[in-house]
């Protein structure tokens, strides 16, 4: 029976659930290894946000919820990414309770070490196809891929 719910779109659902299905199969696995230091996915994305967002000086709770996982999780990777000497956490200034959570020098170089294995091997490929759209076409990408995301339909907002 072939479904037809996809329409036209079929090819670039199946392409997406084939990535996340993939993507979520590793997603935990600590099969990257730098300088004998194990790590996952998880543990790099929570690794990028902190980088790139170091100036907002952010609490636990906060960056958990922006990074869209459990609080419990997120305090989860960060013991990890402690315990291999990649993280720092410290209590906030003038908070009992909040913890701020920095990137030190290891975790800095375990970064950039999986970003130049990363851009060669998975998104250099994919940016080659993505440099063939418009600036705007590259929007409606990202918009479908985050209202698919949340679930959202345009004509209920």
């Known amino acids: ?3 037809e719910w996809m329409g036209e779109h079929r090819e670039v ?8 299905n993939i993507y979520a199969g590793v ?4 099969k990257m290894e730098y300088q ?3 790590y996952s996915y998880a543990q790099i994305q929570v690794l990028e946000y902190l980088l790139e967002n170091e100036e907002r000086g952010e609490n636990m709770s906060s960056i958990a919820q922006r990074l869209g996982i459990t609080r419990s ?8 990414l ?4 990649l993280v720092e956490k410290a209590r ?9 959570v920095t990137v030190n020098d290891l975790g800095r170089e375990l970064y950039e070490n999986y970003t130049k ?23 409606y990408v990202r918009d479908a891929l985050m209202d698919a995301m949340r679930g959202r339909n345009q004509k209920e907002e």
């Open 36 to 38: 004998g230091i194990r």
């Open 117 to 139: 294995g990363i851009l060669k091997r998975h998104f250099e490929p994919m940016f080659r196809d993505l440099d063939k759209l418009s600036p705007d076409a590259r929007t």
């Open 1 to 3: 029976m072939k479904l």
């Open 27 to 30: 997603y935990r696995i600590e």
């Open 92 to 100: 906030m200034p003038g908070s009992k309770r909040d913890i701020n």
């Open 13 to 20: 659902v199946e392409a997406l659930i084939h990535y996340c």
């Open 82 to 85: 402690v315990s291999k000497g």
């Open 73 to 80: 999780n997120f305090t989860k990777i960060i013991n990890r």
